[in-house]
């Protein structure tokens, strides 16, 4: 009888033995857990580490364009303020008279020989080299736009229209802001209303006050109106006064259009 019990005994214990055994190969939850818990957290922290390392990529990239075109422009300002001096040492040679007249503060320098025909690139040499080397070396800053603008008004107020006109259309094609676009554009209209060409300043002046610059508007529909007016619209041309006269009363605009509507 004692061997069954000892056989019995020594069965639970091979039995428990076996189990105990089995037991401590199968991982429990909580080791499962954990061990997913890392596992995940080493693939993310390599997912995340190479999230960083494109972000501190593209921010490096971002800060060297950013200086890189921050240098381009002061570049492009200090070439286009040489030129500036250049065109104001050159005026002084090319009107003599002028350089110790007394100014009328209330006009600018360049007013009192402004409208005079003259062959602008051999009166101002330097200063055109310099301003062409703006718009063509820096087409993307705004020094390149403003030494389009610059080389417009210069043709323009000398006479020379059609060069004007290239230049102004240059300048509009490179505008960055609403201002510089409506400026180009209505610089084109008043170069075109120059070259006796109503139509095709009418046509620039709409486009200017499309682009939606407020400043510019009361300008602009004068333009327009006056630009009926040569075309002989003048039901077209009264039309625009009296819009004028509506959008600001009481002002110089109003006044203007009231006058110019009267003579027709």
Same mark, same amino acid.
């Given at each position: 009888?004692?061997?069954?019990?000892?056989?019995?005994?020594?069965?639970?214990?091979?039995?428990?033995?076996?189990?105990?055994?089995?037991?401590?190969?199968?991982?429990?939850?909580?080791?499962?857990?954990?061990?997913?818990?890392?596992?995940?957290?080493?693939?993310?922290?390599?997912?995340?580490?190479?999230?960083?390392?494109?972000?501190?990529?593209?921010?490096?990239?971002?800060?060297?364009?950013?200086?890189?075109?921050?240098?381009?422009?002061?570049?492009?300002?200090?070439?286009?303020?040489?030129?500036?001096?250049?065109?104001?040492?050159?005026?002084?040679?090319?009107?003599?008279?002028?350089?110790?007249?007394?100014?009328?503060?209330?006009?600018?320098?360049?007013?009192?020989?402004?409208?005079?025909?003259?062959?602008?690139?051999?009166?101002?040499?330097?200063?055109?080299?310099?301003?062409?080397?703006?718009?063509?070396?820096?087409?993307?800053?705004?020094?390149?736009?403003?030494?389009?603008?610059?080389? @417009?008004?210069?043709?323009?107020?000398? +006479?020379?229209?059609?060069? /004007? #006109?290239?230049? $102004?259309? !240059? %300048?509009? *094609?490179? =505008?960055?802001?609403?201002?510089?676009?409506?400026?180009?554009?209505?610089?084109? @209209?008043?170069?075109?209303?120059?070259? +006796?060409?109503?139509?095709? /300043? #009418?046509?620039? $002046?709409? !486009? %200017?006050? *499309?682009? =939606?610059?407020?400043?510019?508007?009361?300008?602009?529909?004068?333009?327009?109106?006056?630009?009926?007016?040569?075309?002989?619209?003048?039901?077209?041309?009264?039309?625009?006064?009296?819009?004028?006269?509506?959008?600001?009363?009481?002002?110089?605009?109003?006044?203007?259009?009231?006058?110019?509507?009267?003579?027709?």
């Amino acid at each position: 009888m004692r061997k069954p019990q000892n056989m019995m005994s020594t069965g639970e214990n091979v039995s428990d033995s076996h189990l105990e055994r089995k037991a401590l190969k199968r991982p429990d939850s909580f080791t499962v857990a954990v061990s997913g818990f890392f596992t995940d957290l080493l693939q993310n922290t390599r997912g995340l580490v190479m999230i960083l390392g494109v972000m501190i990529a593209a921010g490096v990239a971002l800060s060297w364009y950013s200086n890189q075109r921050d240098t381009v422009s002061h570049q492009a300002m200090d070439i286009f303020y040489q030129a500036e001096k250049l065109l104001e040492q050159e005026s002084k040679k090319a009107f003599p008279q002028e350089a110790g007249a007394k100014q009328d503060p209330s006009t600018k320098k360049s007013e009192s020989h402004a409208f005079l025909s003259i062959d602008v690139d051999s009166k101002f040499p330097q200063a055109i080299a310099k301003l062409r080397e703006v718009s063509d070396r820096f087409p993307k800053a705004r020094a390149g736009f403003e030494a389009r603008m610059q080389l @417009g008004s210069l043709y323009f107020d000398h +006479g020379q229209f059609e060069k /004007a #006109l290239d230049w $102004f259309i !240059k %300048a509009e *094609s490179s =505008g960055a802001e609403k201002v510089d676009r409506a400026a180009a554009l209505s610089s084109m @209209g008043y170069t075109q209303e120059s070259l +006796g060409k109503p139509s095709e /300043a #009418l046509a620039s $002046f709409q !486009k %200017a006050i *499309s682009v =939606g610059e407020v400043s510019m508007k009361g300008d602009l529909l004068l333009a327009i109106a006056r630009c009926y007016e040569s075309i002989h619209d003048l039901a077209k041309a009264r039309s625009i006064y009296d819009q004028v006269s509506k959008e600001f009363p009481g002002g110089d605009y109003s006044k203007t259009a009231e006058l110019l509507k009267s003579r027709i």
